[in-house]
Nanobody, 114 residues
Framework: VELVESGGGLVQPGDSLRLSCEDS????????LAWYREAPGEERTLVAS???????AYTESVKGRFTISRDNRKSTMYLQMDHLTSADTGMYYC?????????WGQGTQVTVSS
């Protein structure tokens, strides 16, 4: 099983990024998925989640700016991030969970700076 994130980068405040998380080895549609962020010096925290039935949830600070989605046919999850601010800076990790089984990607760095 391998979750591979991509799409991170260095952007300016107000810019947009689209992160992707592509899976190999999972029955992708059978897993709940999520994006986590680990900012420098802080713990890893949940940013957004999408269930097997496509129900979504967001942490308060990204509501209205971020959109999580999944394409099970492509075994890929996305995070569209708009109106980025410096507070969004961090390493973004893809997470897949089903029952007691969980998997993490290696992360993709997002840096928002002027």
């Amino acid at each position: 099983v391998e979750l591979v994130e991509s799409g991170g980068g260095l952007v300016q405040p107000g810019d947009s990024l689209r992160l992707s998380c592509e899976d190999s080895g999972l029955t992708f549609s059978a897993y709940n998925l999520a994006w986590y962020r680990e900012a420098p010096g802080e713990e890893r925290t949940l940013v957004a989640s999408i269930s097997m039935s496509h129900n979504t949830a967001y942490t308060e600070s990204v509501k209205g700016r971020f959109t999580i989605s999944r394409d099970n046919r492509k075994s890929t999850m996305y995070l569209q991030m708009d109106h980025l601010t410096s507070a969004d800076t961090g390493m973004y990790y893809c997470h897949a969970q089903r029952g007691s089984r969980e998997f993490w990607g290696q992360g993709t760095q997002v840096t928002v700076s002027s």
